[in-house]
């Protein structure tokens, strides 16, 4: 039974007895549950019913969800709106499958920014810059009465610090809940929120953590600790690292190791069952879990992710080696933390991690009602180990001790010792620091709430939690951007009859999410306008102006521009050009940038008449684009550029993209081509990962089929079919026509290792010989055409869809050689039924046909 069954009926309850009998059903479900509250989590749940505002500043694993799921539930009963944010998508969208497991999925939606479901539920899941921008538009107004904050010490984020802080400025009769096991010192905090909601303020802070910690500093190597843990019975074990790359690293080379038993091996085969592991990283996965060894972080397939949380959670995963997003509650239950380090990039430089974080971290060791201790070591730096190896092989022996050599840590290199260690452990986490900043998009959104504007504007800046000279300074940076919106026409300005009241216009109707949704989709729109609709690149120009907009998949970007310079460095290599002259030539080259030039003086323009997106920037790129013009899958894409570990990122933009495309292209500008390619990127996005939508799909009931129904209600996940990838005949036709075409280019280009890895799941009598097929051709043409028109209708027809009841397609794909003989083809036999396995096209049997 779930939590909103348990609502009491209040019609015939007195007043002096509604929260006693609201209270009491909380507690008659806990009970069901076998669950006992903790004298905080009690303390904490008592004062959100009361209506007090609620700092829960204690340890985590303390059971701070619990008082959440309270805090819903109190204001579920009084018919009261109430909203969790989180601070990244990946939390969100799991707090939200957790939200309708507890309360049903009829009461239950989320908001990302990009994304809504059930909009209109009593209780929202959604990122803190959604209730940032309802609180700026809205004000008092809002429809929101409760705001649950998790990881609220992100308020200290520099970036996104404003977000955290603004729903408190500007949502004064909402109860706030705000958690985090790293706050410092609130007692302002305490002070602002009462004196802003009129209500009591209650600090809960003193819980024991359930699972007390032990801590450790070892100057064994990674491996060594990781045995020594397992053999004193500390699994599972998350060991943490501060890039993505280091955590797959550490996984692939623990396969050395014997890490669980033949019972837990077949356990963990029947936990995975029939899971499609879809990718090349997925196969990699695979073995990995297979031997108790999990790997998590960001950068993986969200259906990845989620399934190393669930064997996690199982206790069958013995290691899981990933990154520090453990310490932003993503939910792996585990008793050992082990940190390879002290030092990370934070995106600008290498630095030591800040107390916050190492607690963040090291607090998700020990599971309530599993462990009796939580375990954290820490690495000492490599260069520390081997300094502590050759004392231990010296002994007490002076002479020798004097004599060692020691290692340094590597110049540049940042670095730290046990006593950074010790301070860490021992220091409480940074206090909380105002991150508040006013932005164009800040002040579009308050400009548009109704009422005093004025009022609205002074409130929101003398009331922020800057300094009184931050704040001057605010109010002069908004001085300067309202005027640039006046100039601009953005805003317009209207005097009173007698001139005393002033009140600002925004000339343009904006989204009400257009900061959080491609806030420069209106300059895409605009740049449209530049395109000729006469040139054969007309669609895929309208795609570059749009993939402008979206945000960087930072890792394609750096490895399309790796081989872009590997390919001019051969070929200058070939001319004989010196490494210098080289280099100072291939510093020039970078990653595919489509209408570069056009679309940066059109920006410029643009921005002097919309100021605002002077705080964005336009990003030309061409993923989507290349992919379309290569006629890349998804896997071919990860393979080309090794992107493995990055998958998640590439499936974040491509749906992005799909999103973008299908939403905001004008019906004058929407080509028949751009509709094939919206469908084909639509399916393969899902192909490749549809896991949120599956799980939203059978929230209902678990037993049910995905319904078209839901499948069209919910399209906001970037998916439109639930349906094997052959029921889809137009996207499935469109990825055959991709598929032939890419092997052309691939043939065009003699890459003969790359066809074979394209091709690697077919027997070698099913594919043709391709160095003497490349002679062949070569010696009779000097060129292959590569152009719209040897991809077009005229070179590419599928010709039987009958054979094996349906089940394998026959399709040709001519090669267009310079003299137009068409003498060369390919002929290839579809196998439905393992495209459908696979999620992308396969083949049975490729031929060259020679005519």
Known sequence: MNLSAMLPDLEDVPDSLLDESIFDSFLAWTRERGISLYPAQEEASLAALAGDNVIVATPTGSGKSMVANAAHFFALARRQR?????????????????????FGPENVGMMTGDATVNGRAPIIAATAEVVANIALRDGAEANIDQVIMDEFHYYSDPDRGWAWQVPLLELPRAQFILMSATLGDTSALEKDL??????????????ERPVPLDFSYVYTPVHETIENLLEAGKAPIYVVHFSQREATERAQALTSMSIIDKETKENIAAEIGDFRFSSSFGRTLSKLLRRGIGIHHAGMLPKYRRLVEKLSQTGLLKVICGTDTLGVGINVPIRTVLMTGLAKFDGHKDRIIQSREFHQIAGRAGRAGYDTEGTVVVEAPEHEIENWRLRERAGSDPKKLKKLRKKSARPGEVTWTEKTYERLTH?????????????????????????????????????????RTRQNHDILTTIDLVRGMLNAGIVTREEGAD??????????????????????????????????????????????????????????????????????????????????????????????????????????????????????DISPKSVVRHMIEHGMTFSDLIATYGLGRSEGVVLRYLTDAWRTLSRSVPDEYYTDELDDIVEWLGEMVRQVDSSLLDEWAHMADPDAPVSSEVVDKERAFGVTNPDALSANRRAFTIMIRNYLFRIVELFAFEKEERLAELLDYLDADSTPEWGPALDDYFDEYADLDLGPDARGPEYFRIEDRQANNGRTWTARQIIKDPEDDRSFQLVATIDLDASDEAGEIRLSELRLEQH
């Not at 944010?85 to 969100?92: E, Y």
């Not at 004196?195 to 003193?206: N, P």
Request: charged residues 25%.
């Open 427 to 467: 220091q409480e986490p940074e206090d909380l620091t105002s991150q508040f900043q006013v932005s164009n998009s800040m002040l579009l959104n308050v400009l548009a709430r109704p009422g005093n504007q004025y009022a609205h504007l002074k409130h929101l800046l003398r009331g922020s939690h800057n300094t």
């Open 194 to 207: 009462s004196e802003r909601t009129g209500r009591t303020t209650t600090l809960v802070s003193h819980a």
């Open 499 to 616: 001139g005393s009241k002033v009140r600002y216009h925004l000339t343009e109707d904006l989204p009400r999410d257009f900061a959080l949704n491609q806030p420069l989709a209106p300059f895409a729109l605009a740049a449209l306008t530049l395109l000729d609709k006469e040139k054969d690149s007309f669609t895929l120009d309208v795609i570059s102006v749009f993939e402008a907009i979206l945000d960087d998949p930072r890792q394609v970007l750096q490895a399309q521009q790796r081989a872009e310079r590997g390919e001019e460095i051969a070929a200058l290599k070939n001319e004989g050009v010196d490494y210098t002259e080289r280099m100072a030539i291939v510093e020039e080259i970078t990653y595919p940038m489509p209408l570069v030039e056009e679309l940066d003086q059109a920006f410029a323009v643009f921005a002097e008449g919309h100021p605002w997106v002077k705080e964005f």
């Open 82 to 102: 109430s909203f969790y944010t989180a601070p990244i998508k990946a939390l969100v969208n799991e707090k939200f499958f957790s939200l309708c497991d507890t």
